[in-house]
C-alpha cells in the first residue's frame, strides 16, 4: 500500500495510528515558544498538536469564500518568531498553496499540510501533500479514504525527517531496544493497511462521486437563503464536505431533518472558544465565528443515489 501512496505523493511515508499523532511528531525539531500560523476556522485537534509541542499557536482568519487560510492574512501574521505555517486543506478543498508557499519562501518559513481531508486534491498538477516539507493525512473511517478504525499517515521526501518520525511513532527506537527519543506507540497496524490498500483503489471513483453530487447541489440548489461552496477549479476539491451557510442554520438542519435528511456541523464550536482554550475566549475572530455558527454539512458521498440528490435539492428550494 505504502508504494502506492508514494507514487501518489512523493518519496517518504510513514504511518502512525491516528491524525493527531503523526502531525505532532514533525514537531519535535521545533523550540518552545516558536510560531505557527494556523487557521482559526480549523477543526480542534490541528491546533492541539501544536501546544501539546509548547509551541505558540497563531489565529489567523480564513477567507470566507473557500473557508481556507487567507495568503494575505497570513503575510500580516508573520514575525520574527514565526517558523511554521500550517495550512489546512479545509472540507476537502486544497488552500491557496502557490500564494503561500511563496509567502513561506520569502520568509524562510516551514509549511507543515494539514491534509487529513483532502485525500487526492491538487492545483497545478500538484496533490494536497505534495507542497510542504511535510503533510499529515487521516485515515479516519468517515474520510475519502478511510480505515477501519483509527489512522493515518505522514509525508515528506526528507530522509532525515521521515526517519525520525517513523521512530518517534515506534517509542523512539531505530533499533528495537534501543530508543533515542521519548516517542509513542503510533503505529498503523497490519488490518488496518490491508484495508486501506484494498480502498486506495477505488480513491479516485469515490472522488468522482462526490464531486458529481457537488455539482448536481451546485447546479439545483436555488435559495437566496443558502450560500454554496466555491469551486472554481474541478480538481481543487475531493469534497470530503459539502458545506453551505445559512443564517438559520438551525432552523434549515431541524427543517431537513424533519424531511428524513441527516445534516451535520462542522464545525459548531471554535477553536478559540473552546473550554480547553480559555485564555482566548475573549478574543474575536469574526470571520471564523460567522463559519462555526452558520455552516451545515449536507450528504456527500459515493451511497447517494440520484433520488436522494433530488430529494435534497427540492427540499432546500423549499425552505423558507
Known amino acids: 500500500m505504502w508504494n502506492q501512496i508514494l507514487h501518489r505523493r512523493g518519496q517518504w511515508s510513514e504511518r502512525p495510528h491516528s491524525h493527531p499523532s503523526h502531525l505532532e511528531r514533525t514537531w519535535q ?3 518552545e515558544g516558536d510560531e505557527v500560523i494556523v487557521p482559526a476556522n480549523t477543526y480542534i ?4 498538536t501544536i501546544t501539546a509541542n509548547r509551541l505558540t499557536p497563531v489565529l489567523v482568519e480564513p477567507d470566507i469564500a473557500t473557508y481556507n487560510l487567507s495568503p494575505s492574512l497570513m503575510r500580516q501574521a508573520i514575525t520574527s518568531r514565526t517558523k511554521v505555517v500550517m495550512p489546512v486543506h479545509l472540507y476537502g478543498r486544497l488552500a491557496e498553496m502557490p500564494e503561500i508557499t511563496a509567502i513561506a519562501k520569502e520568509h524562510d518559513l516551514l509549511i507543515l499540510e494539514d491534509a487529513a481531508q483532502a485525500h487526492g486534491a491538487s492545483l497545478q498538477g500538484r496533490k494536497a501533500g505534495n507542497w510542504g516539507h511535510a503533510a499529515g493525512f487521516s485515515f479516519y473511517p468517515g474520510k475519502n479514504l478511510g480505515a477501519l478504525g483509527d489512522a493515518g499517515a505522514v509525508t515528506t521526501n526528507d530522509e532525515e525527517l521521515a ?3 517513523r521512530a518517534l511513532g515506534n517509542y523512539g527506537s531505530h ?16 488490518m488496518q493497511a490491508a484495508f486501506l490498500r484494498v480502498k486506495l483503489r477505488y480513491l479516485d471513483e469515490e472522488i468522482k462521486a462526490r464531486r458529481t453530487v457537488a455539482r448536481a447541489y451546485l447546479e439545483g440548489i436555488k435559495n437566496p437563503l443558502v450560500k454554496l461552496p466555491a469551486w472554481e477549479v474541478e480538481e481543487q476539491h475531493v469534497f470530503h464536505l459539502f458545506v453551505v451557510r445559512c443564517e438559520r442554520r438551525d432552523a434549515l438542519q431541524e427543517y431537513l431533518w424533519e424531511r428524513g435528511v441527516q445534516t451535520l456541523i462542522h464545525y459548531p464550536v471554535p477553536p478559540h472558544k473552546q473550554g480547553a482554550y480559555g485564555e482566548w475566549n475573549n478574543q474575536q475572530y469574526k470571520i471564523s465565528e460567522k463559519i462555526h455558527y452558520k455552516v451545515l454539512s449536507l450528504p456527500i ?3 447517494l443515489d440520484q433520488y436522494l440528490v433530488k430529494n435534497l435539492i427540492t427540499c432546500i428550494k423549499e425552505f423558507k
Open 175 to 190: 533499533k528495537k531496544y534501543e530508543n533515542l527519543y521519548q516517542g509513542v506507540n503510533s503505529r498503523l497496524d497490519e
Open 163 to 165: 526517519k525520525t518520525i
Open 29 to 31: 525539531t521545533s523550540i
Open 45 to 48: 485537534a490541528t491546533i492541539l
Open 301 to 303: 458521498g459515493s451511497f
